[in-house]
């Protein structure tokens, strides 16, 4: 996917569609993560959508839920989705942040052997 060390670096219109296809995957993420925990919380809480909204995206923001659980199947799906919604938060920041350490560290071996 990304050009090797023997290549010289992309040009800035290829790095800028590469920087907006992994911001693009991202967001593709985040929406579907919200719409799951959307999903979960009006199964098991009986929460309007527009609760289940604001719970879901509170726990992938880290924040934390608005409402606390209080079925038992509620109470296990917020904590499996809350671990869920670290993890991509995490995986979010990997996807975003990619192109750009690529391109800092492709530039660096670039002049580096060119010397």
């Known amino acids: 996917m990304y050009e090797s060390r023997a290549?010289?670096?992309?040009?800035?219109?290829?790095?800028?569609?590469?920087?907006?296809l992994h911001c693009a995957a991202a967001l593709a993420?985040?929406?579907?993560?919200?719409?799951?925990?959307?999903?979960?919380?009006?199964?098991?809480?009986?929460?309007?959508?527009?609760?289940?909204?604001?719970?879901?995206a509170m726990l992938l923001g880290g924040m934390g839920p608005v409402d606390a659980p209080r079925t038992d199947g509620g109470k296990l799906f917020a904590g499996c989705y809350a671990l869920y919604a670290g993890?991509?938060?995490?995986?979010?920041?990997?996807l975003v942040l990619t192109p750009v350490?690529?391109?800092?560290?492709?530039?660096?071996?670039?002049e580096q052997g060119r010397r």
């Open 87 to 94: 993890l991509v938060f995490l995986i979010a920041a990997g």
């Open 29 to 56: 993420l985040l929406l579907a993560s919200l719409a799951i925990g959307m999903a979960g919380y009006e199964h098991f809480e009986r929460l309007p959508w527009r609760d289940a909204f604001l719970n879901a």
């Open 101 to 110: 350490v690529h391109r800092l560290m492709h530039r660096f071996h670039w």
């Open 7 to 20: 290549h010289p670096p992309i040009s800035r219109g290829r790095f800028v569609r590469r920087v907006l």
